[in-house]
């Protein structure tokens, strides 16, 4: 358990509903990080937070996808009108800063049908 | 050219023997670099990071890194069948605080 926490851990919804998602991080880890990760594949950098504030955002990031981390605590992720192709493990990290290393949390995995 | 990129394998190795698994990057720019370890259907728990150029040795893990080269790898000593999983290079840029990650390299340790 690295301290980082997602929820929920499996996701199955339909085609077209919203989704969102949540990473509670390690407290003193004020910058947090969302990844994608499909089969075969290394995660893929989504968005960042800097306490409360996004600071970059990945054009794999589309308008459907939108982050928030109010008060620079906990972090969500929501989907809005999901596709097939969003089937994938969402991946939350955080880090403390310097040259140290990222934790992750266990994953949200997605499944579109 | 991929940012960071690895051999997706499966590299295969007898239980006992050495695992040497390796990693290019092209950002010159990237500093620290960490190597995972992802077992099917979980997320990537650290194994181990290196920022300086050398060898850093942690139990049966080595990583070393060549900066000129733009070159990291990692040795695992008396692989044993648990050690059978995906190994996620990762570079970390400290200009675009962004973690990097290859596609990663599948090791089979074989009993």
């Known amino acids: 358990d690295t301290g980082v926490s997602q929820n929920p851990r499996h996701k199955i919804t339909k085609r077209g509903q919203n989704v969102t998602f949540r990473c509670d991080p390690i407290?003193?880890?004020?910058?947090l990080y969302w990844y994608r990760q499909t089969l075969g594949q290394g995660p893929e950098f989504l968005t960042y937070?800097?306490?409360?504030?996004?600071?970059?955002k990945s054009r794999l990031l589309s308008d459907r996808f939108s982050a928030e981390r109010p008060k620079g605590s906990f972090s969500t992720l929501e989907i809005q009108r999901t596709e097939q192709g969003d089937s994938a493990m969402y991946l939350c990290?955080?880090?403390?800063?310097?040259?140290?290393?990222?934790?992750f949390g266990q994953g949200t995995r997605l499944t579109v049908v | 050219q991929k940012e960071v990129e690895q051999n997706s394998g499966p590299l295969s190795v007898p239980e006992g023997a050495i695992a040497s698994l390796n990693c290019t990057y092209s950002?010159?720019?990237?500093?620290?670099f960490f190597w995972y370890r992802q077992y099917s259907g979980k997320s990537p728990e650290l194994i181990m990071f290196i920022y300086s150029n050398g060898d850093k040795e942690d139990g049966r893990f080595t990583a070393q890194l060549n900066k000129a080269s733009q070159y990291v790898s990692l040795l695992i000593r008396d692989s044993q069948p648990s050690d059978s999983a995906t190994y996620l290079c990762?570079?970390?840029?400290?200009?675009?605080?962004?973690?990097?990650f290859g596609t990663g390299t599948r090791l089979k340790v074989l009993a």
């Open positions: 407290s003193e880890h004020n910058r």
């Open positions: 990762a570079a970390f840029t400290s200009g675009t605080y962004k973690y990097i």
């Open positions: 990290a955080t880090y403390r800063g310097g040259n140290t290393e990222a934790f």
């Open positions: 950002d010159r720019g990237s500093q620290s």
């Open positions: 937070f800097q306490n409360e504030a996004q600071l970059e």
